[in-house]
Nanobody, 125 residues
Framework: QVQLVESGGGLVQAGGSLSLSCAAS????????MGWFRQAPGKEREFVAI????????SYADSVKGRFTMSRNNYANMVHLQMTNLTPEDTAIYYC??????????????????WGQGTQVTVSS
């Protein structure tokens, strides 16, 4: 199993940037496909970004494409989400998640087995 801990959230003005990190412990993240999800108050948890175990094929939700960049460092057991040009609509709790790399590909949050506790991102207008 893998344990995940997010960090880097905070308050930023619209147009600003934040960088989130996800530190993994336990089983190495090279065994997992990794994802970022977010959940705003009163809304469903939604897909933000996903990256395969090799780190060469990140994919993004349309709402963040061109603004967010997901990366991973398997040696350091870390996953990152660089967020730029933030808008108030990006305000949410952001979660790091993992699913076994052999499983079928899905961006549905119910597909992921392991979750961090989340980190709050608040974007003011």
């Amino acid at each position: 199993q893998v344990q995940l801990v997010e960090s880097g959230g905070g308050l930023v003005q619209a147009g600003g940037s934040l960088s989130l990190s996800c530190a993994a412990s336990g089983r190495g993240i090279n065994n997992y496909r990794m994802g970022w999800f977010r959940q705003a108050p009163g809304k469903e948890r939604e897909f933000v970004a996903i990256i395969g175990w090799r780190g060469t094929d990140p994919s993004y939700a349309d709402s963040v494409k061109g603004r967010f960049t997901m990366s991973r460092n398997n040696y350091a057991n870390m996953v990152h989400l660089q967020m730029t040009n933030l808008t108030p609509e990006d305000t949410a709790i952001y979660y790091c998640a993992a699913v076994g790399r052999q499983t079928s590909y899905s961006t549905d949050h119910t597909h992921f087995n392991f979750w961090g506790q989340g980190t709050q991102v608040t974007v003011s207008s």
